[in-house]
């Protein structure tokens, strides 16, 4: 089964400044990689996807992540964080091929931007 | 508007009491999934399916119950709750084609 590893539980970052999630994963086969954002009492929204081509794959609301094969990593950036990026956020990996249902998802990051 | 509809958003249900918590999309989606998240864990599949009649366990399965009788909808049963198995549960779907999995906005379950 695959694994999926958010090292930071809780970012505090302060407004305007740069952040980073890392997300690292297990897998000996090809993936699809997700990031998906958490607001207070929602449901679970794409930030962006990885599926093929380019690396470095932009989102929503100017956040990016670049998939690194060798590293098994796929983290999440953004140069300059609002308070309304406070969330929860979740990288999740689906296993190629295109045919399987089961997303894996690591145990999220709390990013809290503060004014 | 594309979307997965979850009821009920909040149930408070006492042990042993069967509930049932449905799951609605309209995007004409072959794949449906419940996921439990508790703190710490993140999200766990449940239960996932890939057409209708066709369902398969997650990662933990145990307790819960779910049918596809109509592509739409994917409900999830549970026949006796217990309190372990308090937690906030989303519905999501996917299409053959397409990458992501689309999210409900989440059942919140306290078993008393």
């Known amino acids: 089964a695959q694994s999926v590893t958010q090292l930071d539980s809780q970012v505090p970052v302060f407004e305007e400044a740069p952040v980073e999630l890392r997300c690292n994963y297990s897998?000996?086969?090809?993936?699809?990689l997700f990031w998906y954002v958490q607001y207070p009492n929602q449901g679970l929204q794409l930030l962006l996807k990885?599926?093929?081509?380019?690396?470095l794959v932009k989102g929503i609301n100017g956040f990016e992540a670049e998939f690194n094969k060798s590293q098994t990593s796929f983290h999440l950036r953004k140069p300059s964080v609002h308070i309304s990026d406070t969330a929860e956020y979740f990288c999740?990996?689906?296993?190629?091929?295109?045919?399987?249902?089961?997303?894996?998802f690591g145990t999220g990051t709390s990013l809290t931007v503060i004014p | 508007e594309a979307q997965v509809t979850q009821n009920p958003r909040y149930l408070i249900t006492v042990t042993g009491k069967k509930l049932t918590v449905t799951c609605s999309q309209n995007?004409?989606?072959?794949?449906m999934s419940w996921y439990r998240q508790d703190p710490g864990l993140g999200l766990r599949q449940i239960y996932y399916s890939m057409n209708v009649e066709v369902t398969d366990k997650g990662d933990v399965p145990e307790g819960y119950k779910v049918s596809r009788k109509e592509k739409r909808n994917f409900p999830l049963i549970l026949e006796s709750p217990s309190p372990n198995q308090t937690s906030l549960y989303f519905c999501?779907?996917?299409?053959?084609?397409?990458?992501?999995?689309?999210f409900g906005q989440g059942t919140r379950l306290t078993v008393v």
């Open positions: 897998s000996s086969v090809s993936v699809y």
């Open positions: 990885y599926l093929s081509g380019s690396t």
């Open positions: 999501a779907s996917r299409g053959h084609l397409s990458g992501e999995a689309f």
């Open positions: 995007m004409n989606h072959e794949y």
């Open positions: 999740a990996v689906r296993e190629q091929p295109n045919t399987g249902n089961q997303f894996y």
